[in-house]
């Protein structure tokens, strides 16, 4: 008599493609996720499309598998955007073992749950602290001298990376498959990845800070040393340490963030001492 293991090991005994993988993470799935984001289960939809014609390969053979495969990832879900196709790998590749017979199905639930957290931690501090900030930044630059070319730099700088992400990573979860979680816990690589790209981040979040928070003080306090020009108090600040402002109005709102002071009331807070002490000439 036939087991069940021996039985789906002859339902599916091939392997997905390069091509396969490179369409997944390609796919309407993989580049429409925010098109059916919603607040119960999130990414769930764009996934489960993005899997599916993985899906319907493994389990050509199974249609009762196929069934379950789908429901299974109708489960909640949510990581950034570009890094989909990597657990979309990771996925494909214990999908194709639990069509043969040697993995339960349940370890699929259990990976994705995993991965969630430290994987966005990573996606959100690289790709939108970092590097779309460095795209709007450079885009807008070029915009402001005049050039045309700054649309078309903020969209290179932005989705090359990301598409080179999504390749290399359809691929490179597939190889590495249920082994990726073993592999990242006992080299301490995942903790050291979110280290470096919180590191990254804090950086971008200085630069941003000095370059788009605008605060002087035009307050004159008298004559400079060398008696040529009038000294104010933005003179005095700047010699301390420049930026000194805006990194005090960033420790100020973030301190008021904490305590859950309604944004919408700083925003008014900070519009009427804007106009208040252009009026009076303290600020400007």
């Not at 939809?45 to 495969?69: C, H, Q, R, T, V």
């Not at 020009?229 to 600040?237: P, R």
């Not at 805006?246 to 009331?265: E, Q, R």
Request: hydrophobic letters at 50%; proline letters at 5%; one cysteine or more.
């Amino acid at each position: 008599m036939t087991s069940n293991v021996e039985t789906k090991q002859n339902a599916y005994d091939g392997a997905l493609t390069k091509s396969d993988l490179l369409h997944m993470a390609t796919n309407i799935g993989a580049l429409g996720t925010e098109y059916s984001w919603n607040y119960p289960r999130q990414m769930h939809i764009s996934f489960a499309l993005m899997m599916n014609p993985l899906l319907k390969k493994i389990y050509k053979d199974d249609p009762e598998g196929y069934k379950s495969a789908l429901s299974r990832h109708m489960e909640f879900f949510n990581v950034t955007p570009q890094l989909q196709p990597f657990v979309g790998g990771i996925v494909a590749s214990m999908e194709e073992r639990v069509a043969k017979g040697e993995l339960e199905p349940a370890a699929i639930s259990s990976v994705k749950a995993a991965l969630m957290g430290p994987l966005s931690g990573i996606g959100d501090s690289v790709f939108l602290s970092c590097i779309r900030v460095i795209a709007v930044a450079v885009g807008i630059s070029l915009m402001t001298m005049g050039n045309p070319l700054g649309p078309i730099a903020y969209f290179l700088i932005y989705n090359v990376p990301a598409f080179l992400v999504r390749f290399f990573g359809a691929t490179k979860g597939y190889e590495l498959g249920f082994s990726f979680l073993e592999q990242a816990e006992e080299s301490g690589l995942m903790s050291k990845v979110i280290y470096a790209a919180g590191i990254v981040g804090i950086m971008v979040i200085g630069a941003m800070t000095v370059s788009l928070v605008s605060v002087t003080i035009p307050i004159q306090i008298g004559a400079s040393v060398t008696g040529d020009s009038v000294q104010t108090v933005q003179d005095i600040l700047n010699s301390i340490l420049p930026g000194i402002l805006p990194l005090c109005a960033l420790g100020i709102y973030y301190g008021l963030l904490k305590k859950n002071v309604s944004p919408m009331i700083m925003i008014l807070v900070t519009m009427i001492l804007g106009i208040v002490g252009v009026y009076f000439g303290f600020l400007a």
